[in-house]
């Protein structure tokens, strides 16, 4: 490594390509949902930083103020949002995940969101065994998750483009 930087981005980038290793290598994964993938990813992932409490404790205080994530974060970030671009996909085509102009298309960024949400929380967390950490990876995935879903706002939207198109016919 030419550089301390550069080797912190491979070290968090390593533990993310494990984390999805672990998960992939059980046969129950293929079949989860989307929902379901995002939470075994982040449970996972946060279990495994536990082994590495120290230095991602380090990592996370001296990150520069003005930073959003830690600069550490880069390379994993890039391979985490490929792999969230993946989840979002099957979740789209499975019709988990609602179809919305724009919105949808930044679906991998809300993941992404939540994975530094969690692992702030996690570096704060001082209950016993983490299970504060635990129940925020849930609710914070099932929150996202039923936002992405198809909900009573977009049936309201729909019918009101029904009523349009119906309004427009009659009057033409």
Request: net charge negative; charged share 30%; proline share 1%.
């Amino acid at each position: 490594f030419n550089s301390l930087d550069t080797l912190e981005n491979e070290i968090w980038k390593e533990w993310f390509e494990q984390t999805v290793t672990k998960i992939e290598a059980d046969e129950t994964y293929a079949g989860f949902s989307a929902r379901e993938k995002f939470l075994t990813f982040l449970f996972t992932w946060i279990e495994s930083l536990k082994d590495h409490r120290s230095y991602a404790l380090f990592v996370y205080k001296h990150k520069k103020s003005y930073e959003s994530e830690p600069a550490a974060f880069g390379e994993f970030k890039k391979a985490f949002l490929e792999y969230a671009r993946n989840i979002i996909a099957e979740g789209r085509s499975a019709q988990e995940l609602a179809e919305r102009p724009f919105i949808s298309e930044q679906y991998h960024k809300t993941l992404w969101w939540q994975v530094l949400f969690i692992f702030r929380f996690w570096a704060c967390d001082s209950s016993k065994d983490f299970e504060k950490t635990d129940a925020a990876i849930e609710k914070t995935v099932n929150f996202a998750f039923d936002t992405m879903t198809k909900n009573a706002v977009d049936s309201f939207f729909d019918f009101a483009k029904f009523i349009k198109n119906c309004l427009l016919a009659l009057l033409s």
